[in-house]
């Protein structure tokens, strides 16, 4: 059974950094994409970051373009884990954010097969 599994999140100040994790079981995603996606209260979940590895991990890595130069997406493929490193948050990067794995695609939710349970961001002002 497959398991994707977020932590890392939490309160954090204006212009302050958190990282997510997100630890994958069950199989491996060397080859996958893996991307993340956010929700705030009342909104579409959106799409956040995604990226796409060879086998000799040249990836190919999209950002939503309000996270562009602020959020960097990495993985560990011996932890099979995925990153999402997020520097001067904003109180609008609050929402649940959600790991997703394996697609065709990048950036549409709907495209993604196997997705973690989520973790709440706050950012206070």
């Known amino acids: 059974q497959v398991q994707l599994v977020e932590s890392g999140g939490g309160l954090v100040q204006a212009g302050g950094s958190l990282r997510l994790s997100c630890a994958a079981s069950?199989?491996?995603?060397?080859?996958?994409?893996m991307g993340w996606f956010r929700q705030a209260p009342g909104k579409e979940r959106e799409f956040v970051a995604a990226?796409?590895?060879?086998?000799?991990?040249?990836?190919?890595?999209d950002y939503a373009d309000s996270m562009k130069g602020r959020f960097t997406i990495s993985r560990d493929n011996a932890k099979n884990t995925v990153y999402l490193q997020m520097t001067s948050l904003k109180p609008e990067d609050t929402a649940v954010y959600y790991c997703?794995?394996?697609?065709?695609?990048?950036?549409?939710?709907?495209?993604?097969?196997?997705w973690g349970q989520g973790i709440q961001v706050t950012v206070s002002s």
């Open positions: 997703a794995a394996v697609s065709d695609g990048l950036r549409s939710a709907n495209d993604y097969k196997y």
């Open positions: 069950g199989r491996t995603f060397v080859s996958d994409t």
């Open positions: 990226a796409r590895w060879s086998r000799r991990n040249v990836y190919y890595a």
